[in-house]
C-alpha cells in the first residue's frame, strides 16, 4: 500500500482506501523448516550451553540476536515450566520474532503464547525494536517497562504484528506526559512507510498503559492498516494517531472492539486522529464496538474524538494551520461513553475537515464537552477560515443524557464555512437516522442552515434548542420532509 500522492488530493484518498478493503489479506506467517532462511530457537527453559538449534535453544533474546543474519526466522518456544522469557531484541531487516510450542507451531491462542518481559536495560527496557519487513506473532509481552515493540527514526515499512497479546505495565516505567508507556509505539519523521499492519492482537490489564501509538512528522509519508484488535481496561488510548509538520497519514481500523478505555480518570479518547501543523490524516473505522461499561475516564474521555491542536496550547508553533482531515465512520456500535460519544474539535486555523457518520449505532454516553451524542465543536479563534463538511445517514442516536447532536461556535465567528447534511443535502446523506430518547433533545445547533430530511425523530417534530439551550423558534433546521414510522422498528 503506497502513501499517496500531495496531501491535497481528498478525494484521490478516500477513493484509495475503498480499493484496500476489497484486498485480500498478505500471506500468512513463516513456518518452521522453510528454505533459503536460518532458523534460531530460544526458550526461557534452555541451558546456558545452547547453539540456537531446536534441540538445544538459546537462552536469552541477546544471544539470537548476535547469531541470526537479515531475513532470518526466530522462533521462541513456550516455556512448559510458566518461565518468563526476560529481555529485548533489535530485530534487522526481513526477520521474523514468532512464538511456538513444542510441536513448532504458531502460537495463535491468546492463552497460550509465549510470554516475554524486559526488566533489564537492554533497549532501554524495549522489548523488541523493529526495522523493516519484521513480522511479530504469537507472543504475549508483560508488564511493560518500556514499550513492547518500538521503532523510532527507522524505516518499518512492512511491519506486520499479530496473535499477539500485551497485559500490565510495570510499576516504574517510561512515561509520556500522562504517565503512560504505549505497547506499540511507531515514531517517523521522514520518509515514506508503508504496508504496516498489526492484527488479530489483544491489549489488556493496565492503568497505565496505552495500545497503539504511531507519530509521525516532518514531511514523512505512512500507511497503516488494523484489525481485528481488542483493548480493555487500559489508561491509554486504543488508537493514537499524532501527526505534525507536514507529514501525511492514511489509517483503517477495522473490526476492532474496546471497553474501559481511560482507567486512571484520564482523558483517554479511544480513537483519535491528533493533528499538528499543516499536516493531513485520513482515516477510516468500520465494525468498530466501543464500550464503557466501567464508566471510567474524566469528562473529556470520549469514544472516538477527532482533533485539531491549536490556541489555547501553548505550543503554537505546532497549532494546526491549514490541517486537512478526511474521516469515516461506518457500521460500528458506540455505547456507555463517559461523556460525548463522538467529538470533532478544532482549535486551529484554515483547516478543511470531512467526516462521515454511516449505519452506527450511538447508545448512552453522557456528554459533558460539547453536549451531544455527537458534537461538532468549531474553533476558537476569530477568524480562522477553513471549512467543515458532515455527513450523518442511518444511525442510531439513542439514549443520551445530553442532545442527540449539538453544534458550538467556541468563538470563531462566521470565517468557518460548515456544511451539515443529516439527509437531503449537497453532501448526499440520505436520511434514516433515528433520534430516540435524547434528554435534552434532539440537536442544539447555530444559526447554520442544516438539512435533516428523511429521519425518525421519535414520531414528532425534533426539539431543536439554540446555543442557550432553549427551544429554537425559528431554527434553519430543514427537517421535512419527516419519515412518518420507525424504519428499524425492530431495533
Keep these: 500500500m503506497n502513501v499517496l500522492p500531495h496531501r491535497s488530493r481528498l478525494v484521490s484518498t478516500i477513493t484509495a482506501i475503498t480499493v484496500l478493503l476489497a484486498l485480500s489479506p498478505l500471506s500468512s506467517s513463516q513456518t518452521p523448516g522453510s528454505s533459503g532462511i536460518s532458523e534460531y530457537y530460544v526458550s526461557a527453559d534452555a541451558g546456558s550451553d545452547g547453539d540456537g538449534s ?182 491509554g488510548r486504543a488508537y493514537f494517531v499524532r501527526t505534525r509538520n507536514s507529514s501525511f497519514v492514511e489509517t483503517i481500523i477495522l473490526d476492532s472492539s474496546a471497553d474501559n478505555i481511560g482507567r486512571g480518570n484520564r482523558n483517554s479518547d479511544s480513537i483519535i486522529p491528533y493533528l499538528m501543523g499543516q499536516s493531513e490524516q485520513v482515516m477510516l473505522i468500520r465494525n468498530y464496538h466501543f464500550n464503557n461499561s466501567k464508566q471510567v475516564g474524566n469528562q473529556s474521555n470520549t469514544a472516538i474524538e477527532a482533533y485539531m491542536f491549536g490556541q489555547p496550547r ?6 494546526c494551520t491549514r490541517c486537512r482531515l478526511t474521516l469515516k465512520i461506518l457500521d460500528s456500535v458506540i455505547e456507555n461513553s463517559v461523556t460525548d460519544s463522538i467529538q470533532f474539535s478544532n482549535s486551529g486555523r484554515n483547516s478543511e475537515l470531512s467526516f462521515e457518520i454511516r449505519n452506527n449505532k450511538i447508545i448512552g454516553g453522557n456528554p459533558q464537552q460539547g453536549g451531544g451524542a455527537i458534537s461538532l465543536n468549531l474553533q476558537g479563534v476569530p477568524d480562522s477560515g477553513g471549512s467543515t463538511r458532515l455527513l450523518v445517514e442511518n444511525n442510531d442516536i439513542i439514549g443520551s443524557t445530553g442532545y442527540g447532536f449539538a453544534m458550538n461556535n467556541r468563538g470563531g465567528g462566521d470565517g468557518h464555512v460548515a456544511i451539515i447534511d443529516f439527509g437531503g443535502g449537497v453532501l448526499g446523506s440520505l436520511g434514516g437516522n433515528r433520534f430516540i430518547g435524547n434528554d435534552r433533545g434532539e440537536m442544539r445547533v447555530l444559526e447554520t442552515r442544516i438539512t435533516a430530511q428523511g429521519n425518525w425523530w421519535g414520531g414528532d417534530e425534533p426539539k431543536i434548542y439554540n446555543s442557550d439551550n432553549q427551544l429554537f423558534q425559528n431554527s434553519k433546521v430543514d427537517f421535512e420532509p419527516l419519515l412518518l414510522s420507525d424504519p428499524r422498528p425492530a431495533d
Design 314 to 319: 501553548p505550543d503554537e508553533a505546532n497549532w
Design 54 to 235: 531446536r534441540r538445544r535453544p538459546f537462552a536469552s533474546l541477546s544471544q539470537a540476536e548476535s547469531a541470526a543474519a537479515a531475513g532470518d526466522v526466530i522462533y521462541v518456544i513456550a516455556s512448559t515450566e510458566g518461565r518468563i522469557l526476560n529481555g529485548g531484541i533489535a530485530l534487522k531487516a526481513g526477520q521474523k520474532l514468532l512464538g511456538i510450542d513444542s510441536n513448532g507451531q504458531l502460537l495463535e491462542n491468546p492463552d497460550s503464547r509465549t510470554r516475554l518481559s524486559n526488566t533489564t536495560d537492554k533497549l532501554d527496557g524495549v522489548m523488541v525494536k523493529l526495522s523493516s519487513d519484521n513480522e511479530v506473532a504469537g507472543l504475549h509481552f508483560m508488564n511493560m517497562r518500556s514499550h513492547a515493540i518500538s521503532a523510532t527514526n527507522t524505516d518499518y515499512s512492512g511491519t506486520y504484528i499479530h496473535h499477539t497479546s500485551y497485559s500490565g505495565n510495570a510499576e516504574e516505567h517510561s512515561e509520556d506526559e500522562r504517565g503512560l508507556v504505549y505497547a506499540i509505539s511507531l515514531d517517523a519523521s521522514e520518509g515514506i512507510l508503508d504496508g504496516i499492519r498489526i492484527e488479530d492482537s489483544s491489549f489488556y490489564d493496565g492503568e497505565d498503559l496505552g495500545a497503539i501509538r504511531v507519530f509521525q512528522s516532518g514531511a514523512s509519508r505512512g500507511s497503516y492498516r488494523f484489525q481485528r484488535n481488542d483493548f480493555s481496561n487500559l489508561g
